[in-house]
């Protein structure tokens, strides 16, 4: 039985710092008392906080529309498809919104999207990069010739860059980006962007009936241009790498048990193998909550942690908890 209490790494958000709220209240009492035009925000996002944050992403503010988060994102994405393919394993609300909208989808992994053939061709194709959920995997610059021609060959690339404050990365030349505000500043936050050419015609639908209202929009915009999610991100990905290597060391010689090639991932999310169907059952009763890797299409033998949001002690205790039950196979 555990000692201590049962450690969640199922995906909590993270608590921020309390000057940092502080910090955030003052943004929007502030913007409260700003003069906001009656008509609210254009449909599109707050021209500022477009152009505050293309110039962060390096493309044309004429190209980022502001969205409520990525699957807001995924019918004006994905309808003028006859496909999309999606990469797996991945964030199960990108193919989840898919089977809602009707849309014709299959999964799909890198290696097979980098193939080139026509798995791809004049498909719509979804990735995630860098610090993919729920692997941490991301490419690089060696491999961005290769997916600039899965742009090119796809009717559309689509990479999910809702990281990217977690790790660094290269944006693929040619591909629409999309990201969501909502694993820094919490679900709910009903925040994110898009970026690519005709983004505003693409989304128009879900733009004129859904995007964040001007006051928050421009709330989160003092925050961006006060230093505050800087300084809420630096910290948060700092937290995150700390808990990553923490956990790394506790599996001890369990560390085999992640996947070869995830070994090198980045950011709040792992996959780790667990030979035993009820792997997640045993881990529950050592004290410690996994995700179930089917959830992300990565199968059923595999678990799933979350680190953001944990001490470097309790990653510790968590891994050599996991480190434990896995060594029983
Ligand atoms: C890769 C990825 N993208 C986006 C999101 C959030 O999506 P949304 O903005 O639709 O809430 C998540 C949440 O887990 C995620 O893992």
């Known amino acids: 039985m555990p000692t201590t209490p049962t450690i969640d790494l199922t995906g909590a958000t993270p608590g921020w710092p309390a000057h940092l709220l502080q910090q955030w209240r003052d943004c929007l009492l502030r913007t ?9 925000a254009p449909h599109i996002g ?3 906080l477009r152009a505050v944050l293309a110039d962060r992403v390096g493309v044309a503010a004429s190209d980022l529309v502001i969205t409520s988060g990525v699957r807001f994102a995924v019918r004006g994405l994905c309808a003028d498809a006859d496909r999309v393919v999606v990469e797996r394993p991945t964030f199960s609300g990108v193919p989840l919104s898919l089977t809602q909208l009707g849309l014709p989808w299959s999964y799909a992994d890198w290696a097979e999207m980098l193939a080139g053939d026509r798995t791809v061709e004049g498909a719509v194709c979804w990735v995630t990069s860098p610090a993919r959920n729920p692997d941490g995997r991301g490419f690089g610059t060696a491999d961005l010739a290769r997916w600039a021609a899965v742009a090119g060959s ?4 689509v990479q999910n860059v809702t990281y990217r404050d977690f790790a660094d990365g290269p944006a693929i030349p040619g591909a629409c980006l999309v990201a969501s505000f909502h694993k820094v500043a919490g679900p709910g936050a009903r925040l994110g962007w898009a970026a ?7 989304l128009k639908p879900e733009l004129r009936a859904a995007s964040p209202a001007r006051i928050w929009q421009r709330t989160w915009l003092r925050f961006v241009l006060s230093g505050g999610w800087d300084e809420l991100t630096t910290g948060l990905r700092a937290d995150v790498e700390r808990a990553r290597s923490a956990f790394r060391a506790g599996l001890g010689p369990a560390l085999e048990w992640l996947a070869p090639d995830l070994a090198c991932g980045a950011g709040p999310a792992l996959l780790l193998r667990a030979a035993a169907s009820d792997a997640r059952d045993r881990l529950a009763a050592a004290g410690v909550l996994v995700g179930a890797g089917a959830d992300f299409a990565a199968g ?10 944990l001490t470097e002690d309790a990653a510790f205790t968590a891994a050599q908890r996991v480190g434990r039950v896995l060594a029983h196979r």
């Not at 059923?300 to 949001?309: F, P, Q, S, T």
């Open 196 to 202: 690519g050419p005709g983004m505003a015609e693409l």
């Open 300 to 309: 059923n033998r595999m678990v799933r942690v979350w680190l953001a949001g």
């Open 154 to 157: 796809a009717r559309r690339l």
């Open 46 to 48: 707050d021209p500022e």
């Open 32 to 40: 409260c008392q700003e003069d906001l035009p009656a008509d609210g």
